[in-house]
């Protein structure tokens, strides 16, 4: 059986009256996008992820809102949402008939398209379906996090809105070259924080941390990537009773830190038993609730 279920959209910015006419199911080992399109040459395009179990893709209408504020902060064409979709979907539930039970993820991509020769146009779309990876260590034991700077400051997004803080973009080399930095120092994450002093995200999730009882996440306007699991999450403490606060955090405030989580689509929430250095406890019960409401989310 495959492990990837691979689905090329023609014309991913084009709205039409049948999504599904623009889709084609393809084999994911055969090479299909072309080796002068600006995602693969540049970097210079936009994903999202998101996860499914059972069926069930979650948060899909909050990735596929995101994926469009990012495609505006990179002056790229909007993407039709049906038709990334029906894509995702189609993909996932392909993938789900083979392996029932699963965890599945989906990544769907915008590109600019070919970078040459002159005068073509026309963006490059695609969603790929893969089986996800174990995270019930990360889930249940937690993960260490080294605090790392970003080395810009937390009002980048106003001040030089060209380095496309906030947008979900292709371009993610110093994202992989912090994780193994991290890795180098024996830690299993990073968390950015901003050149003046700021709390920011990790280089793929989103920061939580509880302070006096309130769980608090840095807001968009600082730079980070407006959290999709985050939201959720924030969701599912508030029902329960518990606070929550978007603010700007000092890193100064990391050490009254009473727990903390990084959240994502396909990790989902990762308590933070180690934060630079510093040992942070781990509510196991709490967690696992939390990420069976995760699991569960639907559209």
Not at 42 to 69: C, K, N, P, T
Not at 215 to 225: H, K, N, Y
Request: proline share 7%; net charge negative.
């Amino acid at each position: 059986m495959d492990d990837s279920v691979l689905v090329m959209i023609e014309g991913p910015e084009r709205p039409r009256p049948r999504p599904a006419d623009a889709l084609r199911i393809v084999d994911a080992m055969v090479g299909q996008v072309r080796v002068n399109d600006l995602g693969v040459t540049r970097g210079d395009g936009i994903f999202e992820v998101a996860g499914s179990l059972d069926g069930r893709v979650q948060a899909l209408q909050a990735h596929l809102d995101r994926f469009s504020r990012s495609a505006r902060l990179m002056d790229l064409p909007a993407p039709d949402h049906e038709v990334y979709r029906v894509a995702v979907r189609t993909a996932l539930e392909r993938l789900d008939a083979q392996y029932p039970g699963r965890e599945l993820s989906c990544k769907f991509i915008l590109t600019r398209g070919q970078e040459y020769p002159p005068g073509i146009e026309g963006a490059t779309g695609w969603a790929v379906a893969m089986l996800g990876p174990d995270y019930s260590v990360a889930r249940e034991q937690g993960i260490s996090v080294v605090v790392l700077s970003r080395g810009v400051p937390r009002d980048v997004m106003a001040s030089a809105p060209w380095l496309l803080a906030g947008a979900k973009s292709l371009s993610y080399a110093i994202n992989r070259s912090v994780i193994r930095e991290a890795h180098r120092r024996g830690q299993d994450d990073t968390l950015f924080v901003s050149s003046d002093g700021y709390v920011l995200e990790g280089p793929t999730s989103s920061f939580l941390v509880r302070l006096g009882g309130t769980i608090v996440t840095p807001p968009a306007e600082d730079g980070v990537l407006p959290g999709t699991t985050q939201a959720s999450a924030f969701r599912w403490f508030e029902q329960h009773g518990v606070p929550t606060a978007t603010r700007s955090i000092r890193i100064e405030e990391l050490d009254e830190a009473e727990a903390a989580w990084f959240t994502s689509s396909t990790r989902l929430a990762a308590p933070v038993r180690q934060l630079d250095g510093r040992a942070l406890p781990v509510d196991p019960h709490m967690t696992a609730a939390l990420n069976r409401f995760l699991l569960d989310r639907d559209g």
